[in-house]
């Protein structure tokens, strides 16, 4: 799939411009949105996930001067600098001048890949026996316990997962999902939507139920109602090798571009 310049900003754009919202009233998180410099940082949640700098693009002059502000913001913050470089990015020589500031690349890549004509597509039919329902304020402590599960993450993570999640329900923009069979949660999901465009991620599977269909049979629904809110075209994101991209073309989605991340050690 080949694309310019302009569209991966577009897509690379997606996740601030929802997570934006959010900042106002989720203390300790923060989202940047610049022509320069992409940039957000939760203070609650230190995962790289969500602490990143991204489309860094500037002039070979300015770029070094660039590169030690998002190293002070996240040093002031306590937390490790990371920048995710795409073809977006510029200059070109932009991972080398990362490597010779200490920075590390980290393996894997990202791949992000998309599926397009969302409003044409044909609804393929779902095990009745998946029930896909959004997450209530009432549902927040049960997808949290099920994400922190799924991701076989230590139990104290629960109560800030909480905390982080709370405040999303009912926002317009990013919707979160629970999967249950026989009436127990299995798995997670976080659909967040901006314009025609629709990232379907952090999905979180049991680990019973991994290597089945269930995240087929979450997708279908979950995507089924974003269309109905006008969503066209669906961003994934995924780290999970070629195994999983390859389960994603088969679904219908191309290969749009890679990113690759860099952790000052």
Request: with cysteine.
């Amino acid at each position: 799939m080949s694309l310019d310049i302009q569209k991966i900003v577009e897509y690379e754009t997606v996740v601030p411009a929802c997570s934006q919202a959010l900042s106002s009233f989720m203390p300790g998180m923060d989202t940047i949105l610049r022509d320069d410099l992409v940039l957000f940082s939760s203070k609650d949640y230190p995962s790289p996930d969500a602490n990143r700098a991204f489309l860094l693009r500037q002039t070979p002059e300015k770029i070094d001067a660039l590169i030690e502000e998002v190293i002070t913001y996240f040093k002031e913050k306590d937390l490790p600098a990371t920048i995710m470089v795409s073809p977006a990015c510029a200059p070109a020589d932009l991972p080398q001048r990362l490597l010779k500031r200490g920075f590390v690349r980290q393996e894997p890549d990202e791949c992000w890949l998309v599926l397009e004509h969302l409003q044409s597509a044909r609804v393929p039919k779902t095990n009745p026996k998946i029930v896909v329902k959004p997450v209530t304020k009432n549902d927040v402590g049960l997808f949290a316990e099920t994400m922190v599960a799924a991701y076989e993450m230590g139990s104290d993570w629960t109560p800030m997962l909480e905390k982080i999640l709370e405040p999303s329900v009912g926002t317009p923009n990013i919707t979160n999902y629970m999967a249950f069979i026989n009436g127990k949660a299995v798995a997670t999901m976080t659909a967040m939507r901006h314009k025609e465009y629709v990232v379907a991620g952090s999905v979180g599977i049991l680990p019973e139920h991994r290597g089945t269909s269930l995240i087929f049979n979450m997708a279908v629904p979950v995507l089924s109602q974003m269309r109905n809110e006008g969503a066209d075209t669906v961003l994934a994101q995924t780290t999970l090798g070629p195994m999983f991209e390859r389960f994603l073309r088969i679904c219908g989605f191309k290969q749009a571009f890679k990113r690759q991340s860099y952790i000052l050690e």
